[in-house]
T-cell receptor, first 117, second 116 residues
Framework: AQTVTQSQPEMSVQEAETVTLSCTYD???????LFWYKQPPSRQMILVIR??????QNATENRFSVNFQKAAKSFSLKISDSQLGDAAMYFC??????????????FGTGTLLAVQP | GAVVSQHPSWVICKSGTSVKIECRSL??????MFWYRQFPKQSLMLMAT?????????EQGVEKDKFLINHASLTLSTLTVTSAHPEDSSFYIC????????????FGEGSWLTVV
């Protein structure tokens, strides 16, 4: 079974600094997708970044980038120049794409990020 | 703007009654939608996969008679919590893959259910 593990329940970063959130996953599949979602206090789930497993290049979206290590099954999120608005719960997610479970997302337990002014 | 809309955002119901939550895909069709439940300070737990025109697929441990899912059209899925009890109080959130956006999965705003 596919699992997603986030080993950091809480993290804190100073405004303008950089922080890295960890995520590991377990799967026997070779083709899959990985995501980071942000959930602010409003509870709205917001897609931060996505990575296709077949791509070797790490995805980047402005201040957000990932370090995707396929062999190690690791998918960390780096937030550069942290802003107060980055404070939220961050979920790592894996997407299954086979059979009747198309587009099904499996979530990690989340990391609560606090940004200190 | 939102691409998946959920309604209502908040609902309070009495024990023993049923409550319906709607999930709509805006400007795109979704043959599949997903319903999650989230307890405070916890992750999203997948309850079921809603399939347009056919029965929903429930995750292990989720009571299908308690949580009725109907996907009557390509833009609407509904979750009905039947004979609600206080332990059903939770945050429910739906999602749908947007095929034209590389199957990016978008989430609704979520619905807070309180059973009193």
């Amino acid at each position: 079974a596919q699992t997603v593990t986030q080993s950091q329940p809480e993290m804190s970063v100073q405004e303008a600094e950089t922080v890295t959130l960890s995520c590991t996953y377990d799967t026997s599949e070779s083709d899959y997708y990985l995501f980071w979602y942000k959930q602010p206090p409003s509870r709205q789930m917001i897609l931060v970044i996505r990575q296709e497993a077949y791509k070797q290049q790490n995805a980047t979206e402005n201040r957000f980038s990932v370090n995707f290590q396929k062999a190690a099954k690791s998918f960390s999120l780096k937030i550069s120049d942290s802003q107060l608005g980055d404070a939220a719960m961050y979920f790592c997610a894996y997407r299954i794409d086979y059979g009747g479970a198309t587009n099904k997302l499996i979530f990690g337990t989340g990391t609560l990020l606090a940004v200190q002014p | 703007g939102a691409v998946v809309s959920q309604h209502p955002s908040w609902v309070i119901c009495k024990s023993g009654t049923s409550v319906k939550i709607e999930c709509r895909s805006l400007d795109f069709q979704a043959t599949t939608m997903f319903w999650y439940r989230q307890f405070p300070k916890q992750s999203l737990m997948l309850m079921a996969t809603s399939n347009e025109g056919s029965k929903a697929t429930y995750e292990q441990g989720v009571e299908k008679d308690k949580f009725l899912i109907n996907h009557a059209s390509l833009t609407l899925s509904t979750l009905t919590v039947t004979s609600a009890h206080p332990e059903d109080s939770s945050f429910y959130i739906c999602s749908a893959p947007h095929q034209a956006a590389r199957n990016t999965i978008y989430f609704g705003e979520g619905s807070w259910l309180t059973v009193v």
